[in-house]
């Protein structure tokens, strides 16, 4: 049984209230500007995916640990990865640079986090999945107009039905816009007359650039940097949107992490303690919120802005994060997998990817070995699973 907006929908209850919703959908896409030909002809084989209304109150970013979250994202592979897709572009980049005032390792960075770079699209039909969300769960009016802009895109051109596959909440492409950015913010930068997400890196990475010009991106300035602070540093003046003025936070003894004072002037900035005073802390400017207002998660921006800096040759945090249980690279999380299933648990192919199958195998051997059952792939997991291979 699924909950959905608050009830429990009996078997079969799905199917009849999408039918009784889409036909009163009809009448509001022909106001949003679709046509009563386009809407008939693209939803009539339509039917639910109720398991994207689940996916609402689960969002990676915001249920999982800012450590494990970091650990899978920013890794040594996808930072080689990165560095290969500057070289392999450089000539387009340097392009989109010149036009938007973007730098290349921050485009490839979002390029990187939000596909792969395009190895992960999603697999999830956009017209399935919207017009579901826009029937069943919360902020239906959010994701009806999202639907109805979808129709739009197909209604104009700009892509087939079948190659809009993305995520579960709609967002597609190579930088997996959502369909109304599209509308807002894609660019035609390769010169064929169309803007594609979907099979054009160059208008792709060109219209990630435009995103973030239009968010305020400054090429004059950091997304941040790591600082320290000083003993019993009131942590209250903390926040991304508490911003004071360069000055000022040197004046409080924060300082870099090798110890050098901060840059001087008065840049406004806010600081960032994305695990509480324990873990790293960071001042981050208005272009850390110009990636934020990408996808609205701080630490989802924040894996941009490392992401970038280690392509650009920077290194990892200095301070450690609050935990004695760190988490794993996609290359750790996929040895984790194998080795389980070496012990015999049928949980697919080691992708990296955690899902439900691996937590339950997780759990079951964490349980044999004495561990916390949780499901969670960490640091000790890995090493238990690998000392038990060896006996």
């Known amino acids: 049984m699924l909950a959905v907006a608050g009830l429990a929908l009996p078997a079969g209850a799905s199917d009849a209230g999408f039918s009784s919703c889409m036909k009163t959908l009809r009448g509001e896409a022909a106001s949003a500007g679709v046509s009563p030909e386009t809407f008939d002809r693209h939803t009539a084989e339509l039917m639910p995916d109720m398991a994207v209304v689940g996916f ?33 572009w450089a000539d387009v980049l340097a392009r989109v640079e010149a036009q938007y005032a973007v730098d290349p390792a921050t485009v490839v960075a979002v390029w990187g986090v939000e596909s792969n770079f395009g190895r992960n699209f999603g697999s999830r039909p956009l017209l399935t999945s919207l017009s579901t969300l826009s029937c069943f ?55 064929d007359g169309r803007r594609d997400l979907v099979d054009s890196v160059p208008d792709a990475l060109a219209s990630t650039a435009n995103f973030l010009k239009r968010a305020g991106w400054r090429a004059d300035l950091p997304w941040g940097f790591e600082v320290v602070l000083p003993d019993r540093f009131d942590i209250s003046v903390a926040g991304r949107r508490n911003k ?75 301070t450690p994060w609050p935990t004695d249980d760190a988490g794993l690279s996609r290359a750790e999380r996929r040895e984790v997998q194998r080795l389980l299933i070496a012990r015999g648990h049928d949980i697919g192919e080691p992708d990296g990817m955690i ?37």
Do not use: C
Request: net charge neutral; proline share 4%.
């Open 56 to 88: 609402l109150d689960a969002q990676p970013e915001f249920v999982t640990p800012i450590w494990d979250y970091m650990a899978g994202l920013v890794d040594a592979e996808r930072v080689a990865d990165g560095r290969e897709m500057l070289a392999q």
């Open 137 to 191: 769960g919360r902020r239906q009016a959010f994701f009806r107009g999202e639907f109805f802009t979808t129709l739009k895109i197909i209604q104009e051109g700009h892509a087939a039905p079948e190659r809009l596959t993305g995520s579960w909440a709609g967002a597609f492409g190579h930088t997996q816009f959502m369909p109304s950015t599209f509308m807002r913010l894609a660019v035609d930068f390769d010169g």
């Open 244 to 318: 004071q003025p360069m000055a000022d936070w040197a004046a409080r003894g924060i300082r870099l992490t090798d110890g050098g004072a901060l840059p001087a002037g008065s840049t406004p900035a806010g600081l960032l303690l994305p695990a509480g005073s324990g873990g790293p802390a960071f001042l981050v400017t208005r272009n850390f919120d110009a990636l934020y207002s990408y996808n609205a998660a701080e630490s989802y921006a924040l894996a941009i802005a490392h992401l970038a800096d280690r392509l650009r040759g920077g290194e990892a945090f200095r």
């Open 355 to 391: 899902g439900a199958r691996t937590r339950e195998a997780l759990k079951q051997v964490q349980a044999e070995l004495g561990l916390k059952t949780d499901g969670r792939a960490g640091q000790r997991i890995l090493q238990a699973l690998r000392e038990a291979a060896l006996n």
